[in-house]
C-alpha cells in the first residue's frame, strides 16, 4: 500500500459528516475549509496540491495546484497528521445536504471518475487530478463541461453528493440513462456519452432540459438524486426577487417562457 490506511465512522443521515481515526504519523488529505472538529496533537498543514507526493518539487506542486483550479477548487488543500503516540480523530463535514460515500481505490483498478466538487478528503498518497472529456458533445452539453476530478491510489477517498446516493454495477454493453446532472463519480472502463432527448415537444417543455448523459458498462457509477445544482435553482426561483430582478426556470425552455409571462 502507498497510502495510509485510515480507519472511519460516518455520521447522520442526511446532514453528514465522517469521523477519521489516525494512528501516529498518519496524515489525511481534506478540502480546505472542509473541517468540522479535531483532536489534540493532530497538526494542521495547508499545502499546494493534493499531497499525493508525485510529481516531485516546486513545479510538480505547482502544477498539482494548477490542476485543483481548473476544476474550481481552491489552490491549497489541508493535511491533517496525528503527531502524538496515541489514535487521535479528526472530522469532516459535507458542505450541504446529502451522503459521504466512502471509496477504496484498490477495489476500482486505483482510478474513479467524479464530479468536479465531490471529493471531500482522502487517506495521505490519493492523487487529485482532472480528467478532460474526449468527445466535443460530452465537453459542451455533459453538465459538468470539458473537465471532472480524477480520484487515484490504491487508499481511501470519500466523495460528498446531494440527497441519497445510489450504486449501480453495470455489466458488458448495460447501458444507463440520467439526468446529466445526476452522475457523481463512475469507474475509468464506464463509457460516458451524451445524447439528446427526443421529440422536439419533450425537449422544449419537458422539464428535462435537452440532454441527458448514457452510461455504459461495464463498469461501477453513482447516481445523486439531488444535484446541488437543482437544490440551488429551487431556492432562487422561490426567492424574494428584488425590483427589475427575474428568475430563471430551471430545465427547459418552456419553464423561462412561464416565467416571463408572469408565472409564479
Not at 13 to 29: H, K, N
Not at 81 to 88: F, H, I, L, Q, Y
Not at 110 to 138: H, M, N, P, W, Y
Request: proline share 3%.
Amino acid at each position: 500500500m502507498n497510502n495510509h490506511e485510515i480507519d472511519y465512522k460516518i455520521h447522520g443521515d442526511d446532514m453528514q459528516f465522517v469521523e477519521v481515526e489516525l494512528d501516529p504519523q498518519e496524515t489525511v488529505v481534506a478540502e480546505a475549509g472542509a473541517l468540522m472538529m479535531m483532536e489534540d496533537h493532530i497538526e494542521m498543514e495547508t499545502i499546494f496540491g493534493d499531497g499525493s507526493g508525485s510529481g516531485g518539487g516546486l513545479f510538480g506542486k505547482i502544477m498539482g495546484a494548477g490542476k485543483r483550479v481548473l476544476t474550481g477548487e481552491s489552490l491549497f488543500m489541508t493535511t491533517f497528521t496525528n503527531t502524538g503516540s496515541e489514535k487521535r480523530h479528526v472530522s469532516f463535514a459535507s458542505p450541504y445536504p446529502g451522503k459521504i460515500i466512502p471509496m477504496d481505490l484498490s477495489e476500482h483498478s486505483g482510478k474513479i471518475i467524479c464530479q468536479k466538487d465531490a471529493f471531500l478528503a482522502a487517506a495521505k498518497g490519493v492523487s487529485v487530478g482532472i480528467e478532460f472529456q474526449r468527445k466535443l458533445g460530452t465537453g459542451f452539453f455533459g453538465g459538468e463541461g470539458f473537465i471532472m476530478q480524477k480520484l487515484e491510489g490504491d487508499g481511501l477517498a470519500f466523495v460528498h453528493a446531494g440527497g441519497t446516493i445510489i450504486e449501480k454495477k453495470l455489466q458488458p454493453g448495460e447501458s444507463l440513462r440520467v439526468d446529466t446532472g445526476c452522475l457523481v463519480a463512475m469507474t475509468h472502463d464506464v463509457d460516458y456519452s451524451i445524447e439528446t432527448v427526443k421529440g422536439v415537444k419533450t425537449a422544449l417543455f419537458g422539464g428535462e432540459g435537452l440532454f441527458f448523459a448514457t452510461l455504459r458498462g461495464p463498469g461501477t457509477v453513482w447516481i445523486q438524486s439531488l444535484p446541488f445544482s437543482r437544490l440551488a435553482s429551487r431556492v432562487f426561483a422561490s426567492a424574494p426577487q428584488v425590483p427589475g430582478g427575474s428568475s430563471k426556470g430551471e430545465g427547459s425552455v418552456a419553464g423561462g417562457l412561464f416565467d416571463l409571462l408572469g408565472g409564479k
